[in-house]
């Protein structure tokens, strides 16, 4: 490829880089601003564990506001991206900015979280995800990481590699990291109920009042490293294959 084209490329990505992150951090925005409407209504006094039980009307709301996030997520990369490597790359890079700034602005406006290690309620699907604050911001930078390179050697050689050993490695990592999130909560709730009653599937009445008694009691780093190190195992084996 000529030097002239694949420095054209490369200004066109950087401005694709630029306009996509002014749209994950405004979204990020949008997602504190909600954040801090709810915790007006059910946490006057600050948001801390237990957590409680918020309304029917509320919660399904919720649902639907989070996959609208995703919605919209999906919907910018499949605009800016070219490919469907392009498209995945896109949207784990404006995922991560997003999940960065949406704690960047609840601390501007809230002052919390208080510290990195500060609990947060992360997902509720299929079981609640909780962890320090610092574990989703690594995914994230993870993320935006995986998509620059992605991007970067996508731009240099269209022909670019990924390979079953990078996927393999971003789908465990995923798992174990997902496991990391929800193996406290899971444990804590299967004292007394059945999985099947957790994921809300059959008579969940008493197993969601049991839900609003839950404090987080320790997060599995080592569970979560491991996901991480595949993550960046994936990050260096896409660089190895395609830095020629």
């Known amino acids: 490829m000529e030097p002239e084209n694949v420095k054209q490329k490369m200004k066109n990505m950087v401005s694709k880089i630029i306009w996509v992150s002014i749209f994950a951090i405004a979204m990020g925005f949008l997602e504190s601003a909600v954040v801090v409407y709810i ?17 029917n009307q509320i919660m399904i709301t919720e649902f639907f506001r989070e996959a609208a996030t ?4 999906i919907g910018i990369a499949v605009v800016t991206g070219r490919s469907a490597v392009e498209r995945f790359a896109w949207f784990i890079f404006s995922f ?6 949406y704690y960047v602005f609840l601390y501007a406006i809230l002052g919390w979280p208080q510290s990195l290690f500060t609990w947060d309620v992360l997902f509720f699907i299929p079981v609640t995800w909780v962890g320090p604050v610092m574990a989703p911001v690594i995914n994230s930078i993870t993320m935006i990481l995986l998509a620059l390179m992605i991007l970067y050697f996508k731009n240099k050689n269209s022909n670019i590699q990924i390979g079953k050993v ?20 899971v444990q804590f709730m299967t004292q007394k109920f059945s999985f099947l009653q957790i994921m809300g599937l059959g008579d969940t009445k008493a197993a969601f009042d049991y839900a609003t008694t839950y404090i987080p009691v320790s997060f599995n780093w080592w569970v979560f490293l491991c996901g991480v190190t595949m993550h960046f195992g994936a990050i260096f084996w ?7």
């Open 96 to 101: 991560g900015i997003w999940d960065v700034f």
């Open 70 to 73: 995703m919605i919209m997520l």
């Open 39 to 55: 915790r007006a209504l059910y946490y006057p006094e600050g948001f801390m564990f237990p957590m409680k039980l918020i309304s």
């Open 166 to 185: 990078v996927w393999t490695l971003l789908i465990l990592g995923s798992m174990i990291v997902i496991i990391s999130y929800t193996m406290d909560y």
């Open 238 to 244: 896409l660089v190895r294959n395609n830095k020629g």
